[in-house]
């Protein structure tokens, strides 16, 4: 079965730091970029990062530039999202997705989600 | 960053309606919005991808289309399970971008 776990939720203070993982298994996870989301209670969805398959190529939602570095250990099937100096802005339920090629001819590219795992929530409160 | 205006925010609407979502792109995206379904304590679920691509798995009574940068998410006969968020997704350029969702609920 194909499947992403998340883990690493947790309540954490103003300014501290999480790292949060997901577990990919039931496909090659080495051919696939990776993309990290979240949502807000009650809010809508925010893409929040991208990893190419080898990892060399990242980009960032402008809120969490500069706080937050995503990584993959394609050895170990994971991807990471280290997140320094949150604040609490970064409540949210976590999503990591996978980001197949999909679509025909000129219209085939990444970036639309079509695997996701169940979420990990991470509460950023004093 | 490529906004995507989304409408309406919420509808309610009967079992076997015709419904329809609609998301405006502030710029021209080609064809990359992708439509996702959410309920409740649950990760969103791709349905439609290159605006009008069906993904495997996905009833054919979900469709969608694309005029310009105006795209449309069409749900020809409301089944019970189809009560849930939407969200329109554009993946032209970074950042990637949602719609704020359109809540469909029970009339």
């Known amino acids: 079965e194909v499947q992403l776990v998340e883990s690493g939720g947790n309540l954490v203070q103003p300014g501290g730091s999480l790292r949060l993982s997901c577990a990919a298994s039931?496909?090659?996870?080495?051919?696939?970029?990776m993309n990290w989301l979240r949502q807000a209670p009650g809010k809508g969805l925010e893409w929040v990062s991208y990893i190419s398959t080898s990892g060399r190529s990242v980009y960032y939602a402008e809120s969490v530039k500069g706080r937050f570095t995503v990584s993959r250990d394609n050895a170990k099937n994971t991807l990471y999202l280290q997140m320094n100096s949150l604040t609490a802005e970064d409540t949210a339920v976590y999503y990591c997705?996978?980001?197949?090629?999909?679509?025909?001819?000129?219209?085939?590219?990444?970036?639309?989600?079509?695997?996701w795992g169940q979420g990990t929530l991470v509460t950023v409160s004093s | 960053a490529i906004r995507m205006t989304q409408s309406p925010s919420s509808l309610s609407a009967s079992t076997g309606d015709r419904v329809t979502i609609t998301c405006r792109a502030s710029q021209p995206i080609s064809s990359y919005v992708a439509w996702y379904q959410q309920k409740p304590g649950k990760a969103p679920n791709l349905l439609i991808y290159?605006?009008?691509t069906l993904q495997s798995g996905v009833p054919s009574r979900f469709s969608g289309s694309r005029s310009g940068t105006d795209f449309t998410l069409t749900i020809s006969r409301l089944q019970s399970e189809d009560f849930a968020t939407y969200y329109c997704?554009?993946?032209?350029?970074?950042?990637?971008?949602f719609g704020q969702g359109t809540k469909v609920e029970i009339k």
């Open positions: 039931g496909f090659t996870f080495t051919t696939y970029e």
């Open positions: 997705a996978r980001d197949p090629l999909l679509g025909f001819g000129e219209l085939s590219s990444t970036g639309a989600f079509d695997i």
């Open positions: 997704q554009q993946y032209f350029s970074y950042p990637r971008t």
């Open positions: 290159v605006a009008s």
